[in-house]
Each structure stands twice: as C-alpha cells, then as structure tokens.
C-alpha cells in the first residue's frame, strides 16, 4: 500500500527455498520459496497491515498522513532476505502485499523484520549503511546489540542474552547439572548457544553434548543428531532452534522415538502451535514472550474476502491449504475447487489463533515504535492540537534518531528501548501441558523478570507438568548427589559435574549434598557415624560410678580395714613377745603409713581437678617413703639386734628408738622436699588429652615437671632396693622371729610390681593410666601388709602358744 511515508516488512511467510542447480550455462532463475507456507508468519504479516491500517484511522498518531507499507517474503533465507532488503530500498520489484493502484509510493522511513536472526544480520547490512532504522520482531541473537556492527538495529523482543541467562537459572533452579544441547546451525543457535553454555558454565552446569543442524543439511546429519539424543544419558535437553528445524528434528525423532526427555525450549519455537503436534514433547517447558491481548485483531484476520484472497498469491496458497482445496483446478486435479463457500470463522489454524498472541504483537509494537519515531519527527502539537508535514522532507537518520527516543505503551504494553536498542527482558515460563481431550496446550506457570534484583527474577506460580506427565521434578546427572558425609572427587577425563562420592576420612564431615570437600571438627569434636554432623567427644576418666572404679575403691577401703584391724591386733598384744621382739613403735608406724597407702589410691578416681592432681602424686610419694622408711628402720634393727649379740659391741646405743624415729623422719623429709620443689616449679594440673584417642577426650593429670615424677618415682625405688639388700643380707639371721626373711619376701613383691609398672604406665591409654597407678599401690601395699603382718597376726590369734618368750629364745 502506498502512502507519504512507507514502512517495510521482512517475513519468512514460507521456510524454505527451491533448490536450484546451477549449470553455469544459462542464466540461474530467481530464488523461489517452496510450497511450505508458514501459517503463524502470516499472521504476523497480516498483524503488520493491522497496525499500519489503525495508525492510518488514529487522530492522535500521524493525524493527516498516510503511512503505507512494502512487505516482502524471505522465505526464511539470508540470500532471500538481504535481496528484500534490497528492493525496500530501490522499490523496483513488485511486492507481495499491494494495491493495484500503482500511484508513486514514498520512500520507506523503516523496516519492520525480521524472525531469523541470520537474515536480520543480512538486512542490517544492507540497509544500515542508509541509516534506516530496522526494528526486529523475533530476532534475539546477542550478537545483534553490537551497536558498532548494527547501528541501526532495534529490537521488540529480548535479546538472547537475557534468554540464556534466564534459561541456564531456570536449568539451575530445579537441580539439573548433566544435559544436552542442541542448537541451529545459524547466528540464532550459535550466538544463543554460546551464550547459554557460558551462563551454565557460571552456575556449575555440565553438558553432555551440544549439537548444531540446519533444516537444508543432509538426512544423514540430522539423523546422527536424532542418534545422540536417543542414546544420551541427559534427561534434559535444552533446544535452541528456529522452528523449522525444530520441526525437522521432531519429525526425525518420531521415526523412532527416543527414551523420555524433558525439553527445554528457547522462545523461538516453544510457543509455536505447530510444534505441539508432536505429543512425546508433552512436559516441555521454555521462556516464551509475555501473552497479550490486541484489540480487534482477530476479526481483522478473519475479514477476508474471496475476492482479497484470490487477488493475492500467499493468502491463495493459505486458503486452498486451510480448506484442503485450490483456486485454479489446472494446478491439482484431485482436489476440489475453492468457490468462497469456506467459512474461514470455523477454521482452526495457527492463522486464527489469537488467544496467544506473543510474537505477533512484537510486530504490533515494532510497527508502531517505527509510526511513533515518524511522529516525532514531522508532527507538532499546538493548542492541544497536532499538525503533521506530510510533504516535510524527512531524512532516515531523523526517524532513527527519534526511534532512540521513543517510550510509550500500546494497549497497556510498553515500549522503549536502551542504549543497544533492546527492550527490558521480560519472559513468561510456559509449559506444555495435555488437556482433558488429549492436546497439548500451552500454560504458563510463571515469569522472569531482568529488572529485578538478582535471585528474585524468577517466580513460579503453578503447578508444572513434566515429562510423561509426571509431577515430580525429573533428574538429570551424570551421577547420584554425593551426600552428607562424603565429598565429590573428579573422574578423571569427565566434565566437573560427573565425579565419585568417596567417604569423609577420619575425624571429617561434609553437612552438604555434593560437598566439594570435607572439613575436620574442631579439636573437641568428633563426627557421628554418619559423618555428617560433629558432636562433643565423650570425656573419659575413671568415674566413682564405673564398676572398675567401684572395685578399685573397694580394695582401697578393704586395705585400709586390715591395716586399721592389724593395728588394733598388735596394740591388744603390745605386750606379747612376738609383738614387742619386732619394734612395735614402728610396726604401728608402719600400719599407719600403709593406711594412707591405701587411702591415697582413692584420690586418683574422680574427674581430676587442679587440687586433685597435686595431691594424688604428692599423696602417693610422700606416703610410700614413709611406708618404706618404717620397713627399712625395721630392717636396720634385725641386723643391729644380732650385731649387738656379739662379744664387746656397743651397736644398739646408736640405733635405738630415737635413731629409728629420726631415721623415718629423715628419708620422709627428702620426699617432701622433692615435692614440695615440684609443686613450686612446675605442678601437676588437670588436662585435656586430645591425642591419645581421635573419637574422645580423656580428662587426666598432666605430670607438669615429668623429672618432678620419676624423682619422686626414683626415690621410692632407691628405698625399696636399698631396703631389700639389707632384708637378703639379714634373711638367715638365727631367731623364730626374725623378720628379715618376712621382710625380703615383702621388698621382693614390691619392687616386682613397681619395676612392670613403669612399662605398664607408660604403654597404657587414658584412664587405664590411673588403673595401673592405682593397682601398683594396692598390689604393692596388700604385699607389705600381708608379708610382714599376717604371719604374726596368725600366731597371736591362731597359735598363741608360740607367742611366748621360751619360742623366741628358741634357735634353730
């Protein structure tokens, strides 16, 4: 239609061209488009010269002038496409779209195409260097924002960046880690693709293939494609194609069905009606452009009359393809004629489909951003009216100008762009959802936003319906989620997603699904057997409830009894002669110091406290020596006895009770003195042993001063040897009381048992420490007790007779 100012249209209306065979002899024909005419695409035309006819009725928009339009057919080709390009700009060709009325038609101000992105490269390139403003309807490649290369690109729709970072969230969002992809081989798929990949790549996505066709290729091509698909192990396949070659792959794949596969579809075919025709894509779900609502379209697009039809080639072929029948009988004998009896109000096609209306009304606003740059340019408003210059010389590089500037809404739909000529990214989430009858029909479920802060994007408000209609989310990895209480290692030669779950080591956690690594617990920690949580260690020490502690305690209590019971015994007979023959005074020294041998033992059970640790040691020392001093005092005295016996010797006045008390007294204070220094310098205190056991804590005494221990050790032993080689040398003194072989037998036991205990110390872990400890005294105290006293306790109370001063002066 001619007007003052004319507006250009780029539609693939038919997907696909004739092959031509060029011999190189004769003259090639013109390129021509095939029969496979694209329904949806004329309705995108058809929404084109619906604009451009309410533009031309608005008294607010170009009031006064007439805007006229030159749509041309691309056939969905780059060649095709830039020669529309082209003729737009010489107007030497005839158009698809009209009027008979051949008046002089202005010069077109702005292009409106087109859906492909490869043929709005093509365009671009052809009229960008005139400064012609071309504002895209359906062409999303990223590439296309270049304003260095495309100056003079605009677009309605988002630009594929947005789609990819959308769709890599939308992957990410519900688990899936392993897919495949697989794209056009044109700018669409390739720039989209590689946008998709980087933005998977950001959020850990790991694909498993990624495969590139074009509808023109080889069959055996598109099969290998269809091949990889049905043999990969991705669940999920995220598709960037036009919807010609989504419509080849569907067609390839239905030869042989693949197993179940959850589709992830870009906006370019996602929506298109034609694609649900193939019900094993049922559960499909994609980003598809936010549904709208044009007023008074759909009785425009039903408006045609026969007459309108028959005078127009494309509407012809959509007719006799609609109705299955042709205008001129010559041309297919076995169909009927068409004779203007067809109802087009009772048709269903993709052409009356108006309930959701996406792509076409980014045709509606790119029209009308085009109308509104014009508008801007030629028209004033004066006392609240308008006035346009229909004869007002405009340049292109005014409409593309003002085209930058334009912000407004049609129907409730806004409409600017920014600094790349793209619009604010806004997707609605579709889903291909099966109704009560059986067909596919598209649902939205939810939306994704661009303008708004990051994670909050999207927003899903329905239930989705996935592949072979199921309602739980499917999954798709290359191997199971590691769980808590493992970590992820790489398999060698695979993408990262694609690992082995090996268990934390040792005294390590992972709390997380698929946890890169694991963590130790703090020192006080150990892992449950889950290892997936750190829990408290135990804390061990030798508990008064424990029943080994209980018998300990028992043995203790029972020693200190005998002793106690020994030393009522002797004082009863303390005027016996078997009671005074051996020094009484330091027998009852002897049962006192044994009493607080065994009592001492008792301080090494409990948790060990500051005062605890520095008893128990100090106890211990302190109460052995006394115990041996008193044994070696008693010793000394057997052999001063039978030394003073001989002629002439004057022993005993040296070795008499006072000498026997200060020789007691003497050998304690160096004890007390040894640790009297070690509690000054560097005393025992309570610990925590954190080595000796992973799992748990053992409560113990920590030495302080290791030398302060083996002195006070040292010196006990010192005294038992010494004690012991007096108690040999005196063992076979004449004397039926002689207590020197009782004596020797004692220091025997005594030095055994603390000669094993020093291995057994140092070798045994935890509380067992303490238990040697505390056995060492007991087996070491029970033996002095028992070897020195129970002989004699059993004369004086089962053999008195010998309890008598005849026995005693009785020799062998």
């Known amino acids: 239609m001619d007007g003052d100012f004319v507006i250009g249209g780029v539609f693939s209306i038919h997907y696909a061209l004739q092959t031509v065979i060029y011999n190189y002899t004769t003259k090639p024909?013109?390129?021509?488009?095939?029969?496979?005419?694209?329904?949806?695409?004329?309705?995108?035309?058809?929404?084109?010269?619906?604009?451009?006819?309410?533009?031309?009725?608005?008294?607010?928009?170009?009031?006064?002038?007439?805007?006229?339009?030159?749509?041309?057919?691309?056939?969905?080709?780059?060649?095709?496409?830039?020669?529309?390009?082209?003729?737009?700009?010489?107007?030497?060709?005839?158009?698809?779209?009209?009027?008979?009325?051949?008046?002089?038609s202005g010069e077109m101000k702005g292009l409106v195409g087109e859906s492909g992105s490869s043929q709005s490269i093509g365009i671009s390139r052809i009229v960008g260097p005139f400064y012609i403003p071309q504002v895209s309807y359906f062409s999303t490649c990223a590439c296309l924002s270049d304003k260095q290369q495309y100056p003079t690109f605009f677009r309605t729709v988002p630009s594929d960046q947005f789609q990819a970072d959308a769709l890599a969230k939308l992957v990410k969002h519900f688990g899936w880690t392993w897919i495949g992809a697989v794209r056009s081989d044109s700018d669409y798929g390739n720039y989209g693709m590689a946008s998709f990949l980087a933005a998977a790549q950001r959020e850990g996505i790991c694909v498993e293939y990624s495969e590139s066709f074009y509808r023109t290729d080889p069959h055996s091509k598109i099969k290998r494609v269809a091949d990889v698909i049905r043999r990969s192990t991705a669940t999920v396949v995220v598709v960037f194609l036009a919807p010609g070659d989504m419509k080849v792959l569907l067609e390839e794949l239905a030869q042989e069905l693949p197993p179940p596969r959850q589709w992830i579809g870009s906006e370019a075919w996602i929506t298109d009606p034609l694609m649900m025709s193939f019900s094993f894509c049922a559960g499909a779900i994609g980003l598809g452009i936010q549904q709208s609502v044009i007023p008074g379209l759909r009785n425009f697009l039903l408006d045609l009359s026969f007459?309108?039809?028959?005078?127009?080639?494309?509407?012809?072929?959509?007719?006799?393809?609609?109705?299955?029948?042709?205008?001129?009988?010559?041309?297919?004998?076995?169909?009927?004629?068409?004779?203007?009896?067809?109802?087009?109000?009772?048709?269903?096609?993709?052409?009356?489909?108006?309930?959701?209306?996406?792509?076409?009304n980014m045709v509606y606003k790119a029209v009308y951003a085009i109308a509104h740059a014009i508008h801007n340019a030629v028209c004033q408003e004066t006392n609240f009216s308008i006035q346009c210059d229909k004869h007002f010389s405009l340049e292109s590089k005014q409409v593309l100008s003002e085209l930058k500037k334009v912000n407004f809404s049609r129907n409730g739909y806004p409409?600017?762009?920014?600094?790349?000529?793209?619009?604010?990214?806004?997707?609605?989430?579709?889903?291909?959802?099966?109704?009560?009858?059986?067909?596919?029909?598209?649902?939205?479920?939810?939306?994704?936003?661009?303008?708004?802060?990051?994670?909050?994007?999207?927003?899903?408000?329905?239930?989705?319906t996935w592949v072979e209609g199921g309602i739980k989310v499917p999954v798709s990895m290359c191997n199971d989620n590691c769980l808590p209480g493992t970590r992820k290692v790489l398999q060698k030669g695979k993408p990262v997603c694609c690992y082995d779950c090996i268990p934390c080591p040792e005294g390590e956690i992972s709390n997380t699904t698929d946890s890169p690594d694991c963590f130790p617990c703090l020192s006080e920690f150990w892992p449950n057997a889950e290892r997936d949580a750190c829990f408290p260690k135990p804390i061990e020490f030798l508990y008064f409830d424990e029943i080994f502690a209980k018998i300990l305690a028992a043995f203790s209590v029972t020693g200190a009894c005998l002793a106690i019971i020994t030393a009522v015994?002797?004082?009863?007979?303390?005027?016996?002669?078997?009671?005074?023959?051996?020094?009484?005074?330091?027998?009852?020294?002897?049962?006192?110091?044994?009493?607080?041998?065994?009592?001492?033992?008792?301080?090494?059970?409990?948790?060990?406290?500051?005062?605890?640790?520095?008893?128990?040691?100090?106890?211990?020392?302190?109460?052995?020596?006394?115990?041996?001093?008193?044994?070696?005092?008693?010793?000394?005295?057997?052999?001063?006895?039978?030394?003073?016996?001989?002629?002439?010797?004057?022993?005993?006045?040296?070795?008499?009770?006072?000498?026997?008390?200060?020789?007691?007294?003497?050998?304690?204070?160096?004890?007390?003195?040894?640790?009297?220094?070690?509690?000054?310098?560097?005393?025992?205190?309570?610990?925590?042993?954190?080595?000796?056991?992973?799992?748990?804590?053992?409560?113990?005494?920590?030495?302080?001063?290791?030398?302060?221990?083996?002195?006070?050790?040292?010196?006990?032993?010192?005294?038992?040897?010494?004690?012991?080689?007096?108690?040999?040398?005196?063992?076979?003194?004449?004397?039926?009381?002689?207590?020197?072989?009782?004596?020797?037998?004692?220091?025997?036991?005594?030095?055994?048992?603390?000669?094993?205990?020093?291995?057994?110390?140092?070798?045994?872990?935890?509380?067992?420490?303490?238990?040697?400890?505390?056995?060492?005294?007991?087996a070491s105290s029970f033996g002095l007790l028992l070897c020195i006293f129970a002989p004699k306790c059993f004369i004086i109370i089962f053999q008195p007779e010998k309890n008598s001063k005849k026995y005693l002066m009785n020799k062998i």
């Not at 488009?33 to 009725?57: G, Q």
């Not at 959802?433 to 939306?447: A, N």
């Not at 005295?637 to 000498?659: C, D, E, I, R």
Request: aromatic share 12%.
């Open 569 to 778: 015994i002797y004082f009863y007979h303390r005027t016996t002669p078997i009671v005074r023959a051996n020094n009484s005074e330091l027998s009852f020294l002897l049962l006192f110091s044994l009493t607080l041998c065994f009592l001492c033992s008792l301080t090494f059970i409990g948790a060990p406290s500051e005062w605890s640790c520095m008893l128990r040691h100090t106890a211990f020392g302190i109460t052995f020596v006394f115990c041996i001093s008193c044994v070696l005092g008693k010793t000394v005295v057997v052999l001063m006895a039978f030394k003073a016996t001989l002629p002439g010797s004057n022993v005993m006045k040296w070795f008499g009770p006072p000498q026997q008390r200060l020789t007691v007294v003497f050998f304690t204070f160096i004890q007390v003195l040894i640790c009297t220094i070690w509690l000054l310098l560097r005393p025992p205190f309570p610990m925590k042993n954190l080595t000796t056991y992973k799992e748990k804590i053992i409560l113990e005494c920590a030495l302080g001063s290791a030398v302060g221990f083996w002195a006070v050790l040292g010196y006990i032993g010192l005294l038992a040897v010494f004690c012991f080689v007096l108690a040999v040398l005196a063992r076979k003194l004449p004397d039926n009381f002689n207590e020197a072989k009782l004596i020797t037998f004692s220091m025997l036991i005594f030095c055994a048992v603390w000669i094993t205990f020093i291995p057994a110390y140092v070798s045994s872990p935890g509380k067992f420490t303490v238990a040697v400890e505390i056995f060492a005294i007991l």
């Open 307 to 360: 007459t309108e039809v028959a005078a127009n080639s494309v509407l012809t072929e959509f007719w006799g393809d609609a109705f299955n029948c042709t205008m001129i009988k010559s041309i297919d004998p076995k169909k009927r004629v068409c004779d203007g009896t067809e109802n087009i109000n009772t048709l269903i096609s993709s052409y009356t489909e108006t309930s959701q209306l996406r792509i076409t």
């Open 29 to 104: 024909e013109p390129l021509r488009c095939t029969r496979s005419l694209n329904v949806r695409n004329v309705r995108f035309a058809r929404a084109m010269i619906f604009a451009i006819e309410e533009i031309n009725n608005s008294t607010e928009l170009l009031p006064g002038i007439k805007t006229g339009y030159q749509i041309y057919d691309s056939c969905a080709s780059v060649s095709v496409a830039m020669d529309a390009a082209l003729q737009l700009l010489n107007g030497q060709d005839p158009v698809i779209y009209k009027d008979s009325n051949c008046s002089q």
């Open 415 to 464: 409409v600017s762009f920014d600094v790349n000529g793209d619009p604010v990214a806004f997707y609605e989430l579709v889903n291909w959802q099966r109704s009560e009858g059986g067909d596919i029909e598209l649902v939205t479920v939810g939306y994704y936003d661009a303008s708004l802060p990051k994670g909050q994007e999207f927003h899903i408000n329905r239930n989705i």
